[in-house]
């Protein structure tokens, strides 16, 4: 596992198109792609072949890399992204598999730690742009409200809004099992 020093190193470097830092953001992060992937698709062929897009898309795209604030609900935003494609291009494949399965049985059960993360960076992604960063450095960078206010020039007070609507948005979207996993983030 990389430290946030190491993963904004390697970040940097492959935006500069070092093909060496790319490698080791691979190898620490597909595993982790490659799970979520299977879990949804429930093909490890599938899985493997969209989670290899997400890379090579990742790749393509990585002039963006330092403005990423977080690489990881960057990739499961991807992830989610290249999922959807998939599915919509293979439809009644995937439409077989699904159909077997209760849809709240494979939320519970078909998902596990990091998958739920990636449930949960969906939601986040929908935000509005204040209040998804305003939950990103609370949840994620650990900051403090103090801190944030004084790095977005705004009000301990509007942290404080943003991050209850947040929260009260969080709780609505996902179910109560997926609410109770953003302590996660705390």
Same mark, same amino acid.
């Given at each position: 596992?990389?430290?946030? /020093?190491?993963?904004?190193?390697?970040?940097?470097?492959?935006?500069?198109?070092?093909? /060496?830092?790319?490698r080791q953001l691979f190898d620490n992060y597909y595993p982790v792609v490659f799970g979520f992937?299977?879990?949804?698709?429930?093909?490890?062929?599938?899985? %493997?072949?969209?989670?290899?897009?997400?890379?090579?898309?990742?790749?393509?795209?990585?002039?963006a890399l330092p403005d990423i604030t977080s690489l990881r609900f960057y990739l499961y935003r991807? %992830? !989610?992204? &290249?999922?959807?494609?998939? *599915?919509?291009?293979?439809? %009644?494949?995937?439409?077989? *598999?699904?159909?077997?399965? +209760?849809?709240?049985?494979?939320?519970?059960?078909? *998902?596990?730690?990091?998958?739920?993360?990636?449930?949960?960076?969906?939601?986040?992604?929908?935000? +509005?742009? &204040?209040?998804?960063?305003?939950?990103?450095?609370?949840?994620?960078?650990?900051?403090?409200?103090?801190e944030i206010a004084t790095l977005l020039h705004i009000k301990k007070k509007t942290v404080e809004?943003?991050?209850?609507?947040?929260?009260?948005? !969080?709780?609505?979207?996902? +179910?109560?099992? !997926?609410? *109770?996993?953003?302590?996660?983030?705390?």
């Amino acid at each position: 596992m990389l430290t946030e /020093s190491q993963e904004r190193l390697l970040m940097e470097r492959t935006a500069e198109g070092d093909r /060496s830092a790319f490698r080791q953001l691979f190898d620490n992060y597909y595993p982790v792609v490659f799970g979520f992937m299977k879990s949804l698709l429930q093909v490890k062929e599938d899985a %493997s072949d969209v989670a290899q897009e997400v890379f090579i898309k990742l790749w393509l795209m990585r002039s963006a890399l330092p403005d990423i604030t977080s690489l990881r609900f960057y990739l499961y935003r991807m %992830s !989610l992204n &290249q999922t959807i494609n998939f *599915i919509k291009k293979n439809k %009644s494949n995937v439409r077989s *598999i699904l159909t077997d399965i +209760p849809y709240d049985q494979m939320v519970e059960d078909a *998902i596990d730690m990091k998958d739920k993360e990636a449930f949960i960076a969906a939601v986040v992604s929908r935000m +509005p742009e &204040q209040r998804r960063k305003i939950f990103i450095m609370s949840r994620l960078e650990h900051r403090t409200n103090d801190e944030i206010a004084t790095l977005l020039h705004i009000k301990k007070k509007t942290v404080e809004n943003h991050l209850n609507l947040a929260l009260k948005e !969080l709780r609505t979207a996902l +179910p109560a099992s !997926l609410f *109770i996993f953003i302590t996660f983030f705390q």
